[in-house]
């Protein structure tokens, strides 16, 4: 082996290695001059990038404490201090976290500015606030109205949200003391755009058949993409992790053998039974492939418009701010083009935003696929609301239904 | 209790959708959701506007459409729709203010997709020029579409005159409040508030009439009761008082509420628009001066501060804070205000409530309000 070889490395190792580095520049920005910004995992992320604020998302800190059954614990200690065991999974920790300092990963640095873009979820908006009053630090609201399917209403959409984005700079500017780079702004966006390209090629390998990705490959890949876009890094990741992938792809390799069932996501995940959920459908020959959510960062963004415009566009039409309508034909379009052949829909407790809609969803899916779905409640993050036995007696019950029917197709 | 006026605003307040479908034989009806619609707008083109407001029957049509944990306020609106098939509409106006009124919009339209509908977008902060210019810019977009709907066109004359109307029903509400506090024998917080509440149902004009009555009859008696003595001065605050034998339960206690930053009080009755410069500004700039609403981003203090102020400047003695069980917003709201109001040494009592209360649960929310005015107001 060449050296060269020797020295690339893979997408894990790289997920890895990146992700150390961009936490140990967040915990010492204060003292390179840098600022942290919290912000939503949806939001206009390439403002801050290129002005030297680092983004951190306690949405992604959430996810690690939940990965790692922590919720429940952290969840409780804020239900003592009067918050509901309703609210998000992730507020709730994050506050939890906050009080007793509990982290899987050392925790975040505090924040210096907060910035809550609501096209994912209003939820947020109002966490940050009790964030912004315990830390003291100005809260932004990026406001994206639902983006109606009217075009007029939505050209005027994206100039409410384009002439928010010049408040935030404005914001940012306050906060930095520095004047705004806008040539740096193109750039940065031209990285996300690249990556963004990337991740969405990375998700549309789930065509292949069988697929060398399941919808736990990408929840691995995509926290990258989350809190690096926009950065070069972020960039070679992807083209890494692609390569790879169409690797296995060309030989034919899939993540689960024998591969007859091709499903659906609706929803977050249920973090703490990731690999549970993996191993139990792999048993049965069935693999998710894809879910909205994994889409929502595979943005398109135009470098030959206006920046601010092209992110105002990218970021108001995420698949949880659009019509009902719409997303269902965002979700049929997947089912398409990955030729899948059934779903698992899942309401979130923790998640009004994805799931108030679910059941509607669900009606439209089954009845424009002409495939079954399941349904079921349950909760992305709080074991408590996990019943082990019913959700694993339903999904068997679900996949021997599809069995049955491939049984009487064949 | 007081005049015929006044007794048939009571009466319609306490069952308001049946009028609706009266009406409609005359105009088109088009309900809007809370908060915020502009119904000025509605009403200069024609239309008969109304407020949804939930109903306190059973949930039994809409159990399957929304899960559990949306607050009732939605879950109860879309009762109504779907229990009465839609006999008291003919189109909404969906203001989408949280995640859940963004899904109760969709969930709605598919469900009739004959019926008018339109969404108003209003901003959901207030904290910066923007949100000014959207609001005037969504009443533009509201304006052209109810147009089209109405099938006439909506000149600025008749935006003049819907806005007169308007303000002069919010004065009088007003002016009718401050008798109400002034002089609290003379009138039950429980009617006052369902004189409110009959507002958002009826004809404006009729509204006015009668409310006209009720004011003069007010002024005229008032002087009969001026002794406040053995009762206390309250705060409500939250978004909607329901079901509305909480106001009852406040009245028993003798408590006289002389402040809110209610949506369906305050928020609504305050402040008037201007009826000159552009009509839409007009609009947003009322807008903007409104009390704080929870699920609307701005200074992020003002969850409380709105209600110190309000708390000091009527020299009450407690505040009451409304908290609709599942509403999110409120949710994060209530543990930092409760905190605050601790520190200030201000008493605070939480009455979580839902649209479908329980007998058991309103006698439980009998007693905890019952001892909080014994230990916490010294009364006995
Ligand atoms: S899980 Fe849902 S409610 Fe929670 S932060 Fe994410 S989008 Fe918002
Ligand atoms: S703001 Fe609260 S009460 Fe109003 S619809 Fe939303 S969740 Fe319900």
């Given at each position: 082996m060449s050296e060269k070889v020797q020295e690339k490395k893979s997408a894990k190792e790289l997920n890895k290695i990146l992700t150390g580095e961009y936490l140990q520049d967040a915990r010492t920005a204060h003292e390179h001059g840098k600022y942290i910004a919290y912000t939503t995992?949806?939001?206009?992320?390439e403002l801050f990038v290129a002005h030297d604020i680092i983004p951190i998302y306690p949405e992604n800190h959430a996810v690690a404490c939940l990965t790692k059954r922590m919720g429940a614990k952290l969840s409780q200690v804020m239900e003592n201090r009067?918050?509901?065991?309703?609210?998000c999974a992730y507020a709730r920790s994050d506050l939890g976290y906050r009080v007793t300092?509990?982290?899987?990963?050392?925790g975040i640095p505090d924040p210096d500015f907060n910035l809550a873009c609501?096209?994912?979820?209003?939820?947020l908006t109002k966490w940050f606030e009790v964030l912004s009053r315990a830390y003291n630090v100005p809260i932004f609201v990026f406001d994206t109205p639902?983006?109606?399917?009217?075009p007029e209403a939505r050209k005027e959409i994206v100039k409410y949200c384009v002439q928010q984005l010049k408040e935030l700079v404005a914001a940012l500017e306050e906060l930095t003391g520095k004047k705004y780079d806008y040539d740096r702004l193109r750039e940065v966006i031209k990285y996300s755009r690249d990556a963004s390209l990337l991740y969405r090629k990375f998700l549309d390998m789930a065509a292949y058949k069988p697929s060398p990705i399941s919808i736990f490959d990408a929840l691995i890949h995509m926290a990258i993409t989350v809190y690096l876009r926009g950065t070069p890094q972020c960039v070679d990741y992807y083209q890494t992790l692609c390569d790879e992938v169409q690797a296995k792809a060309d030989q034919g390799i899939?993540?689960?053998?024998?591969?007859q069932f091709r499903l659906y996501w609706e929803n977050l995940p249920i973090w703490f039974k990731f690999r549970d959920h993996f191993n139990l459908l792999k048993s049965y020959g069935?693999?998710?492939?894809?879910?909205l959510y994994i889409h929502a960062w595979s943005y398109e963004f135009d470098?030959?418009?206006?920046p601010l415009e092209t992110l105002a566009e990218n970021y108001v039409s995420v698949f949880s701010n659009v019509t009902l309508e719409e997303r269902a034909e965002m979700a049929l379009d997947l089912f398409q083009r990955y030729s899948m052949n059934g779903s698992l829909m899942f309401v979130n407790r923790s998640c009004k935003a994805v799931s108030f809609a679910v059941y509607t969803l669900k009606d439209v899916i089954t009845e424009k696929t002409g495939y079954p779905a399941l349904i079921f409640e349950s909760d992305m993050?709080?074991?408590?609301?996990?019943s082990e036995t019913q959700i694993k007696t339903r999904i068997e019950a679900y996949l021997e239904t599809l069995q049955g029917r491939a049984a009487q197709v064949a | 209790m007081g005049t015929e006026a006044l007794q048939r605003l009571v009466e319609i307040a306490n069952d308001p959708y049946g009028r609706l479908a009266d009406l409609r034989k005359r105009k088109k009806v088009i309900g809007s959701t809370l908060?915020?619609?502009?119904?000025e707008l509605i009403y200069a083109a024609g239309l008969h506007p109304f407020l949804i407001l939930g109903t306190n029957e059973p949930i039994s049509h809409s159990a399957a459409l929304l899960?559990?944990?949306?607050?009732s306020l939605a879950r109860s609106n879309l009762e109504l729709v779907v229990g009465y098939e839609g006999?008291?509409?003919d189109g909404f106006v969906f203001s989408q203010v949280c995640d859940t009124t963004q899904h109760l919009s969709d969930i709605w339209k598919r469900r009739f997709p004959d019926r008018y509908f339109e969404n108003f977008?209003?901003?959901?902060?207030?904290?910066?020029?923007s949100a000014r210019d959207w609001y005037a810019q969504e009443c533009r977009r509201l304006r052209k579409e109810l147009e089209k709907y109405a099938g006439r066109e909506i000149s600025d004359e008749d935006l003049w005159q819907s806005f007169r109307l308007y303000n002069e029903n919010r004065s009088l509400l007003r002016t009718l409040y401050n008798i109400k506090q002034e002089v609290p024998a003379l009138m039950t917080n429980r009617t006052f508030f369902d004189v409110v509440k009959a507002t958002f149902f009826m004809d404006r004009e009729e509204h006015n009439r009668l409310l006209q009555e009720v004011v003069d009859w007010a002024q005229g008696e008032k002087g009969r009761y001026e002794d406040q003595d053995g009762y206390f001065k309250l705060i409500v605050g939250g978004i909607v008082v329901e079901p509305p034998n909480i106001y009852d339960l406040i009245d028993e206690a003798r408590?006289?509420?002389?402040g809110d930053n209610l949506c369906t009080a305050s928020r609504y009755i305050y402040h008037d628009v201007d009826v000159d410069g552009d009509p839409a500004e007009a609009l947003a700039d009322r807008h903007l001066r409104k009390p704080h609403f929870s699920p609307i981003n701005e200074d992020v203090k003002r969850i409380y501060t709105d209600l110190l102020d309000l708390y000091r400047e009527k020299g009450a003695e407690t505040i009451f804070y409304v908290h609709i069980k599942y509403c999110e917003s409120q949710d994060y709201d209530l543990p930092d205000i409760k905190k605050r109001m601790r520190e200030e040494g201000i008493p605070l009592l939480e009455l979580e409530t839902e649209y479908q209360t329980t007998h058991i649960a309103h006698a439980q929310m009998k007693t905890r309000l019952q001892a909080f005015c014994e230990s916490v107001l010294g009364r006995t």
């Open positions: 995992a949806v939001s206009p992320v009067g918050y509901t065991s309703h609210l300092g509990e982290s899987p990963m050392g609501n096209a994912q979820c209003f939820t639902q983006w109606i399917r009217d899939g993540v689960v053998e024998n591969e069935a693999n998710i492939l894809s879910s470098c030959d418009k206006d993050g709080d074991p408590r609301f996990y | 908060a915020d619609v502009p119904e899960p559990d944990n949306s607050c006999d008291f509409f977008l209003a901003p959901r902060q207030v904290d910066r020029p408590g006289n509420i002389v």
